[in-house]
């Protein structure tokens, strides 16, 4: 039984080793999609599957582990597929390393998918060096607890509702208390952690909480 999942993707704008090795680290199972094999090759990362139709890579050179070859037109991306190769091992745990820079439509599509699995799994995030993302939901997840980890001291907060309410915000540069922001509001944009930990509530609706190193 598997817990906690890695998938490692393809368009990663900028690695640290030392933190894409702390990730793998504490992830019992890997998945690589498509070209993100290239990237445990280069960093002595062995997965434990690697899935896409290999349009970014070359499908030579096996790892001894596990490949699912997918066709090169289909309904959905590598990234997906991944995610679904994860639940379908029962994990509920799953972080996403790229997905993030590179190409805008990749990263619009992603934001969906956190939303298509809001209440399939514990916990979704797709991340890099720069940049972290994750969905918040009032009726699955009240908190969330932020620490300053990784340089992340700077996180926004954008509705996907046409509003969300009940927003609160505790140990930031910018507090808030049962506040109210609208799909189009930039209230929630660039605030910064100044404590040790910072809270954010929210009460009602879909919140993506992306956080940032600078």
Not at 53 to 68: E, K, Q
Request: glycine letters at 8%; a negative charge.
């Amino acid at each position: 039984m598997y817990n906690k999942a890695l998938i490692i993707l393809s368009f990663v704008e900028k690695i640290d080793v030392s933190h894409l090795n702390a990730i793998s680290s504490i992830s019992d199972y890997i998945i690589c999609a498509d070209g993100g094999v290239d990237i445990a090759k280069t960093y002595g990362i062995m997965p434990d599957c690697v899935i896409g139709d290999f349009d970014s890579t070359i499908n030579s050179n096996r790892l001894d582990c596990l490949y699912i070859t997918l066709p090169s037109e289909k309904d959905f991306t590598d990234t997906e597929a991944a995610i679904n190769h994860a639940i379908e091992l029962g994990i509920r745990d799953i972080t996403v390393y790229g997905g993030i820079g590179g190409r805008l439509d990749h990263t619009l599509g992603n934001v969906g998918l956190l939303e298509k699995y809001l209440g399939k799994l514990d916990h979704l995030e797709f991340m890099d060096e720069k940049n972290s993302m994750q969905l918040l939901d009032g009726e699955s997840c009240s908190t969330t607890i932020l620490t300053p980890i990784s340089n992340y001291r700077f996180f926004s907060l954008v509705s996907l509702d046409s509003a969300a309410d009940g927003i609160s915000i505790t140990g930031a540069k910018y507090n808030l208390d049962n506040a109210s922001i609208s799909r189009a509001s930039t209230l929630c944009i660039s605030n910064e952690i100044i404590l040790n930990q910072a809270h954010i509530s929210v009460h009602k609706g879909k919140v993506l909480l992306m956080r940032s190193a600078d």
